[in-house]
């Protein structure tokens, strides 16, 4: 009686072994310690007990670390995409009542979230959940991420027109999520922040945005410092763990 609710019907099967195929890939391509050069070994020896920022390994193994922690942090990478699903997909329900949204804005609000911003992190999760070790599972987060902070700065400057005050705050979540708990190396949490601050600026003369406050930059400045700080100790954390066990 429940044939045509089977996970194969609606593609959840397909997506599951794709994701396994891509997991033993994964697997397959890791190192050991009993393939390495010696002069990689030594290397990973003094990285292992030596202090300080550390944004490369060997040549003959950076690619082999790569590919495992983008695997390692693929868990948490699906779930920063399905977290704004949650929250965007409940706030409208209550735009019009609890965050006390004019009529019109809180139906913008409505188009916008289900329209662009869910789509675009349900298909980041897709991708992430299907291609764990894959470059473009990081790719897909950061143009989500992106897509996200674009959107909410448009709703920013419709918010002015109709007289609400949509926060800015909310934007300023994305990159330090990001950056926090993407897993990604501290160059690109570099890239992204400084993405996020073009689009900020970009969205004052484009979109019409109310131009945030040097108190509000202030704030925002040191969230994304620390973010950056973070990102960097985590990844140097990592290697540094990576290099020991090898």
Request: proline share 5%; hydrophobic share 50%.
């Amino acid at each position: 009686m429940f044939d045509g609710f089977s996970p194969r019907l609606w593609g959840a099967d397909y997506l599951a072994r794709l994701r396994r195929r891509s997991l033993v890939r994964a697997a397959n391509q890791s190192s050991d310690a009993h393939g390495l050069k010696t002069t990689t070994v030594k290397a990973l020896e003094r990285i292992a007990t030596r202090s300080g920022p550390l944004l490369r390994l060997p040549a003959d193994v950076e690619p082999h670390y790569r590919r495992e922690w983008r695997t390692t942090a693929n868990y948490v990478r699906v779930i920063l995409c399905m977290l704004p699903v949650v929250v965007f997909g409940t706030l409208p329900a209550l735009g019009a009542h609890l965050l006390r949204m004019p009529a019109e804005m809180a139906e913008l609000v409505r188009i916008v979230y289900l329209g662009a911003i869910i789509p675009t992190a349900l298909l980041a999760s897709v991708i992430a959940w299907t291609l764990p070790q894959s470059r473009i599972a990081g790719v897909g987060l950061l143009a989500a991420g992106l897509i996200m902070v674009l959107t909410l700065e448009y709703l920013s400057a419709e918010g002015a027109r109709h007289g609400y005050d949509f926060d800015h705050a909310i934007a300023v979540c994305v990159p330090v999520a990001l950056s926090v708990l993407g897993g990604f190396r501290f160059g690109y949490v570099l890239g992204m922040i400084a993405a996020y601050i073009l689009v900020v600026l970009l969205a004052v003369p484009v979109l019409g945005a109310l131009p945030r406050s040097p108190t509000m930059w202030l704030g925002e400045g040191v969230l994304l410092f620390l973010s950056a700080f973070t990102a960097l100790w985590m990844e140097t954390t990592q290697r540094r763990s990576w290099a020991a066990r090898r």
